[in-house]
């Protein structure tokens, strides 16, 4: 890289550092979706801070809640979407974009479905050469909750694609199936 | 820098999408006119002129609406000099009422860009909203109406926690 100018320089150190902190925000998702706890503390810091709807305090505390929670339900998919960045030195200011599918178990033990919309609003903290949530805001935005029309648990579907799980059982974990 | 500036473009570029987004989405009418050239132009369908104007009938389009939230996914940006053309699939979720009753409207579609640089700077000369899917239906939110109180809540407008987002630091003082 000799041949770049300071400028460029800076540049193309923005966006190295934009891309970890991109990465930051979606090994979040694949921590909560697959319920990791080990993943998860991977993406805060240990002394970093969590304000959800119906939680706000440390991440030491946020991790047993958000697992108890993520336990009571069936499956998640968390998909992030347009992600801005401010760069300022070793902090990174966010907003994030995300909609959450929720299947859950209704009172009376049928399947649910609930939808999220909102918006992560981070600050994501640069220690070392580590990028890593330091104060999570999740901001809700819209909802939709109603009884599961899932086709793709009819019987003859379910041969027709594999099911994603929660836990290191995931294909995610593994690359054996990928050669 | 060759491949790096033309990640640096498109970088810039991808932004106009999301800041456009964030623009509709708090109904914030200067961050949306910053978006486009000021002799840009906009064909919405069921508006077509100029950028300016299209901002002022964009926020009294969607400023009755309950709430929208745009997400952007599949970007794909042609460079070509000073000028890039871009495709962008959005997401649209739009909560608003009909005949007094709460409905959610989603809806998919693309932008289609023309996108100039002048100077150092990218912005949108041309946008073309595409419709692909929508579905409407009565919304059942339980979310919503539990959460009016929230302080979490989205809200249009400065109130938003967007407009605090480097005012952390303090929130983080007072949680210590």
């Known amino acids: 890289m000799a041949e770049l100018s300071d400028a460029e320089y800076q540049q193309f150190r923005a966006l190295v550092d934009r891309e970890a902190v991109r990465e930051v925000i979606l090994r979040n998702s694949r921590a909560i979706d697959r319920v990791d706890e080990e993943l998860l503390r991977a ?4 002394d970093g801070w969590d304000s959800h709807s119906i939680f706000d305090g440390s991440f030491e ?7 108890e929670t993520l336990n009571g339900m069936i499956a998640t998919q968390h998909n992030v979407a347009n992600i801005l ?6 902090h990174a200011y966010t907003e994030s974009y995300f909609i959450a599918h929720h299947k859950l178990l209704g009172e009376g033990g049928e399947e649910r479905d609930m939808i999220a919309a909102g ?3 981070d600050h994501i903290e640069r220690r070392g050469d580590e990028w890593r949530i330091k104060h999570r805001r999740a901001v809700f935005d819209w909802d939709l909750n109603q009884p599961s029309t899932s086709g793709w648990n009819a019987p003859e579907r379910k ?21 | 820098m060759g491949k790096i500036d033309d990640l640096l473009d498109k970088q810039e570029i991808m932004e106009l999408s999301y800041r456009y987004s964030r623009a509709c989405d708090r109904l914030d009418a200067e961050l949306m006119t910053a978006v486009y050239w000021p002799d840009g132009t906009d064909d919405h369908g069921a508006f077509k002129g100029t950028a300016p104007d299209y901002v002022d009938w964009v926020m009294g389009f969607v400023g009755n609406w309950v709430s929208t939230h745009h997400d952007n996914t599949n970007i794909l940006i042609d460079l070509d000099g000073d000028v890039a053309f871009g495709e962008v699939h959005w997401t649209g979720y739009y909560r608003y009422e009909i005949e007094g009753v709460l409905h959610d409207h989603l809806a998919t579609g693309r932008y289609l860009d023309r996108y100039e640089r002048r100077g150092d700077e990218w912005r949108i000369k041309h946008r073309t909203c595409l419709s692909d899917w929508s579905k409407i239906e009565p919304a059942n939110a339980a979310m919503h109406e539990a959460g009016l109180a929230n302080p979490l809540r989205g809200q249009r407008g400065k109130a938003d926690h967007l407009y605090n987002l480097r005012n952390i630091a303090i929130l983080e003082d007072a949680a210590e």
């Open chain 1, 159 to 179: 041969a027709m694609m594999e099911r994603g799980t929660r836990g290191r059982g995931d294909p995610v974990f593994s690359r054996d199936h990928l050669t």
């Open chain 1, 43 to 46: 993406v805060y810091w240990p």
């Open chain 1, 61 to 67: 505390d946020y991790v047993p809640w958000v697992i």
């Open chain 1, 85 to 90: 960045i401010e760069l300022d030195g070793d």
């Open chain 1, 119 to 121: 918006r992560y609003i």
